[in-house]
């Protein structure tokens, strides 16, 4: 089945520094990967996704990801953290399974602490 | 504004009562999902439905049932709640077919809690 694996239960970075929140994946094929965040007491919000080409992927608020074939690995990056983005994150791929109706397996997330 | 509406936002259940949530959608998608998200695990589907009267179990079925009777709407059904059920469970749902360039679109939860 396709999985992804969020090494990190909590990520704690100062604001203005980099971040990077780790996820890899494990498919058949593939893979089609998404990148999604939860603010407290909030819906998950779409940042970014990964089909094909370009394995440097931008999204919103300032994100981006890097894909590496080799490595197995969609890790979440942005250059310069705000208090803002604390929040927790989700790593996601599609299932290609007609059975599951192509359904999201979503890893078990990060918790993003930013400290002013 | 077009999207994903679920109702209600929170409920307090006892052991053994039952309840619905309903999940609407408004953007014609034919696929809509169910899932449950539990502190440390992530999200799990529930049940996922590939069209109007078709439904299907995911990896977390039991205890649930769901109906499609409408294609704009999902019910999940609890027909005895249990406090395992204690969770927050989303709603989400896509376009048809195995194009990915049509993004997944989530509701804003439902908080359940099962005393």
């Known amino acids: 089945a396709q999985s992804v694996a969020q090494p990190e239960d909590q990520v704690n970075v100062a604001e203005g520094n980099p971040l990077t929140v780790k996820c890899t994946y494990s498919v058949s094929g593939n893979p089609y990967l998404f990148w999604y965040v939860q603010y407290p007491n909030r819906g998950l919000q779409f940042l970014l996704k990964y089909i094909t080409g370009d394995n440097l992927v931008k999204g919103s608020y300032g994100f981006e990801a890097e894909f590496n074939k080799s490595q197995t690995s969609f890790h979440l990056k942005k250059p310069s953290a705000l208090v803002s983005d604390s929040a927790l994150y989700f790593c996601a791929v599609r299932d290609i399974s007609s059975n599951s109706g192509y359904a999201l397996n979503f890893g078990k997330g990060t918790s993003l602490l930013v400290t002013p | 504004n077009a999207g994903v509406t679920q109702t209600p936002k929170f409920r307090v259940l006892k052991t053994g009562q039952s309840m619905t949530l309903l999940c609407a959608q408004d953007m014609n998608h034919e696929y809509m999902y169910w899932y449950r998200q539990d502190p440390g695990m992530g999200l799990r589907l529930i049940h996922y439905?590939?069209?109007?009267?078709?439904?299907a179990k995911g990896e977390v079925p039991d205890g649930y049932n769901v109906s499609r009777l409408k294609k704009q709407n999902f019910l999940l059904g609890l027909e005895s709640a249990a406090p395992s059920q204690t969770s927050v469970y989303f709603c989400a749902s896509r376009p048809p077919g195995q194009g990915i360039n049509y993004g997944y679109t989530f509701g804003s939860g439902t908080r359940l809690t099962v005393v």
């Open positions: 439905s590939v069209g109007e009267g078709t439904t």
